[in-house]
């Protein structure tokens, strides 16, 4: 069976420091992936996504994958009490002709004033 | 306005009822699907449409049918709810081949007593 697994968490930090989530996937032939923001009783937001080996950087945040280790992480710099949330990593999977996200069950972070 | 929206956006309904939950986007999307989402178990997928004529389960569609009834809506039906069909549930849209990303609706929070 196909998994993205992520440490539950909570993933504590003060305001102001680096925030660092991780997230492995047992699928070699995923492609894609992503990382969603969902705040407690609401829809998972879309974030950043990654494609290529390497690091991608978006404003405060920087997603890292390595596809020989099956390794993905979120980077959030200069961490906000407005971060404390859920996040959820996916990754492409292909079943029977189709692809679809496999998700994690999330990280959550508590980012403390 | 919402770019995905669910009505219900919250049911209680009894064990035995029938119950629809609505989906409708205008992102011009082709790719829909539904989740439920559990605490502790996260994102489950549960049907997934391709396009208008494209119906296919996913890990978890025992209990559970949809119905694509356009472009922009998708329709989730519990044909007699029990009480473990308690959940959040969400309706999500991607773009099409090549993209993978999803984009989330509100949600539907359902209570089966």
């Known amino acids: 069976q196909k998994e993205v697994e992520q440490n539950s968490g909570p993933l504590s930090v003060p305001e102001g420091a680096i925030a660092s989530l991780n997230c492995t996937y047992s699928d070699r032939g995923s492609q894609s992936f992503f990382w969603y923001r969902q705040y407690s009783g609401k829809s998972p937001e879309l974030i950043m996504f990654?494609?290529?080996?390497g690091d991608k950087e978006d404003g405060r945040f920087t997603a890292q994958l390595n596809k020989a280790s099956q390794y993905v992480s979120l980077l959030i710099r200069d961490s906000q009490p407005s971060d404390s949330a859920t996040y959820l990593c996916?990754?492409?999977?292909?079943?029977?002709?189709?692809?679809?996200?496999?998700f994690g069950k999330g990280t959550m972070l508590l980012v403390s004033p | 306005d919402a770019d995905v929206t669910q009505t219900p956006r919250n049911r209680i309904t009894k064990t035995g009822k029938r119950i629809m939950l609505e989906c409708s986007q205008t992102k011009g999307h082709d790719r829909m699907y539904w989740y439920r989402q559990d605490p502790g178990l996260g994102l489950r997928l549960i049907y997934y449409s391709f396009d208008v004529k494209d119906i296919n389960k996913g890990e978890i569609s025992d209990g559970y049918s949809v119905s694509r009834q356009a472009q922009a809506k998708f329709s989730l039906s519990l044909e007699s709810a029990i009480p473990n069909q308690t959940a959040l549930y969400f309706c999500?849209?991607?773009?099409?081949?090549?993209?993978?990303?999803?984009?989330f609706g509100p949600g539907t929070r359902l209570t089966v007593t």
């Open positions: 990654i494609y290529s080996n």
């Open positions: 996916a990754g492409d999977s292909l079943n029977s002709g189709y692809s679809t996200l496999t």
């Open positions: 999500a849209t991607s773009p099409g081949p090549g993209t993978y990303e999803q984009y």
